[in-house]
């Protein structure tokens, strides 16, 4: 097993592991930081449930490796909220009922927050 010691910003905080080369981001977010509000789906990058932001990009967790992320700055849907007020988008999604069964929510928010941050003021076009 191949090891890399990486250093990563996520939600503003710093964090240093070392991580297996092959892990991805998704279970280095789940399973090393305990961060579990990013789900995975269909494993191949297409139902975008593990959505993340990096360096304000939004990018599917399941397709990178942890390893690459080194010097990076992630967002994860952990980092929305202000403690246990949610954030105007997560209002949004509980006020209008979006929600569904919330799987795929953490992906929906990510997707969203980048695209909001791109266009503030989309028309309904």
């Known amino acids: 097993m191949i090891e890399r010691t990486i250093r990563v910003t996520v939600n503003g905080r710093p964090y240093e592991k070392t991580v297996e080369v092959r892990k991805t981001l998704a279970d280095f977010l789940r399973d090393d930081l305990d961060l ?26 399941c397709l990178l490796f942890a390893a690459q992320m080194h010097g990076h700055a992630i967002e994860t849907v952990e980092g929305l909220a202000d403690g246990e007020t949610l954030n105007p ?37």
């Open 36 to 61: 579990t509000g990013t789900h995975l789906g269909c494993e191949h990058g297409v139902c975008g449930a593990c959505t993340v932001v990096v360096d304000g990009a939004a990018v599917r967790s």
């Open 89 to 125: 988008l997560q209002e949004a999604f509980r006020e209008h009922h979006g929600l569904q069964c919330g799987f795929c929510t953490p992906g929906f928010l990510m997707t969203l927050t980048c695209f909001l941050r791109e266009c503030p003021n989309p028309s309904e076009a």
